[in-house]
C-alpha cells in the first residue's frame, strides 16, 4: 500500500502532512494514457489544493508533455527513488494526502470522479473516460531496478564500504588488479547482487558470523554474501557457505594453520541432509570434479572469505610449497540413499533430517584406489589399507588422518558380506598397521624412526604396532560417485589433532 | 560506472609500518619460541652472544603452544608489556 513521503525534485519540496494530489504515471502505460486527458485538463486549471503529477522516465515524461500540450514538464522520478520511497507498485496510482488521505491505484472512473469532487476539483466530461482500467506495474518494482532501489534506499542493509569502478575500467581487469581473486574472474559484487544473495538467509545482515584468521577480522552475513556472489553462488547456497565458514573458523579446525602450512592443506567440504536436494548438489557422477554449480560455488566462496576476509593470501600467510587444486574449491554431497550406512552427519551426533556441513582439512586428494578385481569386503577394505600406507609417506604414522569418498560399486562388494563402517576401519587397520621396528629409516629412505633412537630401543618395543591412523574416527567414510566404475576416492589429512587440524560439523539453518 | 562493494575486512589500504628501531639494546628482550623444531636452539644461542654483547639487558623467554596457531592473545600481551623487543625464531 502506497505510503506518502517527503521529497524534493526540482524546487518542489513536498511535505505529505499537507493536503494535496500526487499521480504516478508510467508513459508506455496505456492506462496512464487514458487519465493523461484528466490530468491535463486539471493541471490547466487553477486548482483549490496542489496536484503533482511525477513520471518514472524522462523521455516518457517528454513524449507525455508533447503528446498532451502541457505547459509545465511533469516532475521527474527517472531515478524511481521516489515511486520506491513511496511503495507504488501500480500506475496510475492516485494519492491524496493530509488530513483526507486515500490512495486510488489503477483507475476506477467512479472513485477518480467522487475523490475530485471531495477535493474541489473543476467539472470534467467522465463519460469520455472508461469505467475501469487495471494500470500497469510501477517501474520501481521491475526485477530490473528493484534490487538496485532496494540498495540505494534509507533503509538498506548494506553497510560494506562502496568501491567505484572507473567508467573506463574493465570491472573484471579491476577485480583482479585489487587482488580480490583467487585467481580465476569473479562475479562483481554490485550492492543488487549482495542484496539478492542475503535474501537467502533469514538473518541480520550486520550478524558477525566469525572472527577470521589471520587477520582476526570479525566477518558480517553481508560480508560472507558479498564474497558468495563473487564466487558465483545462488542465494540458495547461502546458509550452507555461513555454516561452512563458522565451520573453519572454530580453534579445532584452525584454518591459519591450514592456509599457512608449506605442506599445502585446504578445507574439504562434505554436505549432509535434504539441502543437498534443494539446492541441486552433485552427489553422483563426477561429484568431486567441476560442472554443479552448489559444489563449486560454494566452496570456493568459503575460500575467498578466508582471502579477503582473512587475508590469507598467497606469499603472505598462505605458504604452501607446491599449492593444491583444493584451495580453489572443494565441496560436495554425501549420496546416502545409495548408502547403507549411517551418513556421516549421523555418525557425527545429527539428526538424519538435519541438512550439515563437514569441513576436513585435507593436503591430498582425491587419490584414486583402484581396485577392479576384489570380489570379497575383507579384499577391497585390503585394498583402501594398502593404498592408504602411502598417506604422507609409508612410513609415516598415526600422523595423518583420511576422508574415504566410496564409489557405489565398491559399496556393492562391500554390503555383499555384510560389512559395516566399523568392519571396514577395521580391516584398513589390520593392512595397514606396522610394527615400529618396521618404520626404522634405511638406505631406501631418510624418513622413519632414526636409527640411533631404534638402536636404544629393546627389542620387543620394537615389535609394538604403530597403527597408520592413530583412531578408528580418522578414518571418516563417505558415499558419492556414479554407479558406474571401481574406483574409490581418499583425501589425505593434514596434521590431525590439537596441533593441527579436526574435523568440524555445522548444522545449516536453513 | 559500476559500484562493487568491498569484500574485504577494510583495513585502510597502506603497507603497515615497522616499528621504529630502538637507537640502543637496553631494558627487556623477549626470545620467542614458536615450537617449531630446534628453535630452542637457535634462541639459546642468540641468548648467549645478547648476554656477552649487553650484560645489562634482561632476556625474557617465551614460548607459542604450537607453530600451526597464532600466538593466543593473553601471550601477545604478557610480552608487550614486560619487554621492549621482541625476537622471534620462525623455522626449523
Not at chain 1, 518542489?12 to 499537507?18: C, Q
Amino acid at each position: 500500500m502506497p505510503n506518502a513521503k517527503a521529497f524534493s525534485i526540482g524546487d518542489v519540496t513536498f511535505d505529505p502532512a499537507g493536503d494535496a494530489l500526487v499521480v504516478f504515471v508510467k508513459e508506455d502505460c496505456p492506462t496512464c494514457n487514458d487519465v493523461m486527458p484528466l490530468l491535463a485538463h486539471w493541471l490547466r486549471c487553477e486548482l483549490s489544493i496542489p496536484l503533482l503529477v511525477i513520471g518514472q522516465t524522462s523521455d516518457g515524461n517528454a513524449a507525455l508533455q508533447a503528446r498532451y500540450d502541457l505547459e509545465q514538464p511533469l516532475l521527474d522520478d527517472s531515478s524511481l527513488a521516489i515511486s520506491f520511497a513511496w511503495d507504488i507498485e501500480t500506475v496510475p496510482t492516485l494519492v491524496r494526502t493530509g488530513s483526507q488521505a486515500r490512495v486510488l491505484e489503477g483507475f476506477v472512473r467512479d472513485e477518480w470522479q467522487a475523490l475530485a469532487a471531495d477535493a474541489g476539483l473543476p467539472d470534467y466530461d467522465y463519460s469520455t473516460l472508461p469505467a475501469w482500467r487495471p494500470g500497469c506495474g510501477s517501474l520501481s518494482v521491475d526485477p530490473q531496478h528493484y534490487d538496485r532501489l532496494r540498495a540505494e534506499a534509507d533503509g538498506s542493509p548494506i553497510r560494506a564500504r562502496k568501491v567505484d569502478i572507473g567508467a573506463s575500467d574493465d570491472e573484471m581487469e579491476f577485480l583482479f588488479d585489487a587482488g580480490f581473486t583467487d585467481g580465476l574472474p569473479v562475479v562483481p559484487p554490485t550492492p543488487e547482487r549482495v542484496l539478492r544473495m542475503l535474501d537467502g538467509i533469514d538473518r541480520d545482515p550486520q550478524d558477525i558470523v566469525a572472527c577470521v584468521p589471520p587477520n582476526l577480522a570479525d566477518v558480517t552475513l553481508e560480508k560472507i554474501a558479498i564474497n558468495a556472489v563473487m564466487a558465483g553462488c545462488k542465494p540458495e547456497y547461502l546458509p550452507v557457505v555461513v555454516a561452512a565458514v563458522e565451520a573453519v573458523c572454530t580453534d579445532d579446525f584452525n584454518i591459519h594453520g591450514v592456509m599457512a602450512t608449506t605442506m599445502g592443506a585446504a578445507p574439504v567440504l562434505v554436505v549432509n541432509g535434504p539441502i543437498r536436494q534443494r539446492i541441486g548438489m552433485n552427489m553422483g557422477m563426477g561429484a568431486l570434479g567441476q560442472g554443479n554449480r552448489a559444489n563449486a560455488t560454494i566452496g570456493r566462496a568459503v575460500r575467498l572469505v578466508v582471502r579477503n576476509i582473512g587475508g590469507a593470501v598467497p606469499g603472505g600467510t598462505e605458504r604452501s610449497t607446491l599449492g593444491s587444486p583444493l584451495k580453489f574449491t572443494m565441496c560436495f554431497a554425501e549420496w546416502e540413499e545409495r548408502s547403507p550406512w549411517e551418513p556421516l552427519h549421523v555418525e557425527r551426533g545429527f539428526e538424519p533430517d538435519d541438512s550439515v556441513v563437514t569441513v576436513f582439512g585435507m593436503s591430498s586428494g582425491p587419490t584414486y584406489m583402484v581396485d577392479q578385481d576384489s570380489r570379497s569386503a575383507s579384499q577391497l577394505a585390503g585394498s583402501f589399507g594398502l593404498c592408504l600406507k602411502t598417506a604422507f609417506h609409508p612410513r609415516a604414522h598415526s600422523a595423518t588422518d583420511t576422508l574415504i569418498v566410496v564409489c557405489p560399486e565398491h559399496v556393492d562388494t562391500l554390503i555383499r558380506d555384510g560389512y559395516s563402517k566399523a568392519d571396514i576401519r577395521a580391516r584398513i587397520k589390520e593392512v595397514s598397521d606396522a610394527r615400529l621396528g618396521d618404520l626404522v629409516e634405511d638406505d631406501l629412505s631418510g624418513v622413519g624412526l632414526k636409527r640411533d633412537k631404534a638402536a636404544a630401543i629393546p627389542e620387543e618395543k620394537l615389535d609394538r604396532i604403530v597403527p597408520k591412523f592413530a583412531e578408528p574416527e580418522h578414518i571418516a567414510l563417505v558415499v558419492a560417485g556414479s554407479d558406474a566404475g571401481k574406483f574409490s576416492g581418499a583425501f589425505h589429512g593434514w596434521v590431525r589433532g590439537p596441533m593441527g587440524t579436526i574435523p568440524v560439523s555445522k548444522k545449516i539453518n536453513a | 560506472m559500476t559500484t562493487i562493494l568491498d569484500p574485504t575486512d577494510e583495513r585502510v589500504p597502506v603497507a603497515r609500518q615497522l616499528s621504529p628501531r630502538p637507537a640502543q639494546l637496553a631494558g627487556s628482550v623477549a626470545l620467542l619460541d614458536i615450537a617449531k623444531p630446534r628453535g630452542n636452539v637457535l634462541l639459546d644461542r642468540l641468548s648467549e652472544r645478547l648476554g656477552q654483547l649487553a650484560p645489562n639487558i634482561t632476556i625474557n623467554r617465551y614460548t607459542k603452544p604450537t607453530f600451526t596457531k597464532p600466538a593466543p592473545i593473553d601471550l601477545r600481551q604478557q610480552i608487550a608489556a614486560e619487554n621492549q623487543l621482541v625476537v622471534e625464531a620462525l623455522a626449523d
